[in-house]
């Protein structure tokens, strides 16, 4: 799982790397050029890393919110086995056994930190096209070309909206894996008072 984790956060790391150099040689292009090719190639250029996204979230799709599952089920059932040794006695765990699964827990946080945080970053860099636009719109004046250049630009930033998801239904940012920690916990507290 590790190596499908650290080979999604390269791929992640990578499109948002494009997303900032495009970004940058739009924001350069507007405010220096009066190329429309240069711009227009940009629109295509962000069109293309939307379809890598749309194309990432199918490949991945499944296999993220398996990811995302498997992050709660061990982290879940490590948080109960540490409670059972701290709590009981009579339990038959060895510190090992303990540590163990204390490591492998921490190991499937830092998975699913990695994957909501890179994808997270990326969705924000891409949306940021749409912000870039409204700043330059307003610093471009009255320059018919550059204002529908912008305006183009951001009309397709709106409706490609590029975000990763699992399979459309889950999307992957700093909040599906702060919702996921905010699940687990709220189980542990569950499990406790049960177990009093």
């Known amino acids: 799982m590790t190596w499908f984790v650290v080979h999604l956060y390269v791929i992640v790391s990578e499109i948002r790397r494009r997303f900032e150099l495009l970004n940058t040689k739009f924001e350069y292009i507007i405010r220096t050029t009066s190329s429309e090719a ?40 490590t948080s109960y086995l540490c409670l059972l040794f701290a709590i009981e006695e009579r339990t038959k765990f060895s510190v090992l056994t303990f540590v163990n699964n204390f490591i492998w827990s921490i ?5 699913g930190a990695l994957i909501s945080f890179s994808c997270g970053k990326t969705n924000k860099q891409a949306q940021f096209s749409l912000i870039l636009c409204q700043n330059l719109q307003n610093e471009v004046g009255n320059d018919p070309l550059k204002g529908e250049i912008l305006t183009q630009f951001a009309k397709q930033v709106v409706a490609a909206r590029p975000e990763f998801n699992c399979l459309g239904f889950l999307p992957v940012n700093y909040g599906s894996f702060l919702k996921i920690l905010g699940s687990i916990f709220n189980y542990i507290v569950i499990v406790l008072q049960f177990d009093h």
């Not at 190991?107 to 998975?111: A, E, S, T, V």
């Open 107 to 111: 190991d499937f946080i830092i998975c």
């Open 38 to 77: 240069a711009a227009i190639n940009c629109l295509k250029c962000h069109d293309l890393l939307c379809g890598l996204i749309t194309k990432v979230n199918k490949t991945f799709g499944f296999q993220i919110m398996i990811v995302d599952k498997l992050i709660a089920l061990r982290v879940v059932e």
